[in-house]
């Protein structure tokens, strides 16, 4: 399981589990990809935000999602205090 990773990882890293390796991204893909989906989002005025636990591939962020969850937020929300709540 990774979670803000920030790099690619090794195609050896990838196959070696059974089932596959899994990441925790603190957005709802596929909308904010790679590098600070948070503050991207709140720069965006999205709400809700959320999080997406996928299977992670090759390419950044954009494996097969297993699961997503939504969090309405208040509109003085910062990036300090809800990328914290979202992992």
Do not use: C
């Amino acid at each position: 399981i990774t979670a803000a990773y920030g790099q690619y990882l090794p195609k050896r890293f990838l196959a070696a589990p059974t089932y596959g390796t899994v990441n925790i991204h603190p957005s709802l893909l596929p909308r904010w990809r790679g590098a600070s989906p948070v503050q991207r989002s709140l720069e965006a005025g999205d709400n809700p935000v959320g999080v997406t636990v996928l299977f992670t591939v090759s390419k950044m962020d954009a494996g097969p999602i297993i699961s997503q969850k939504e969090e309405t937020i208040d509109e003085n929300e910062t990036a300090t205090n809800l990328l914290p709540h979202l992992f």
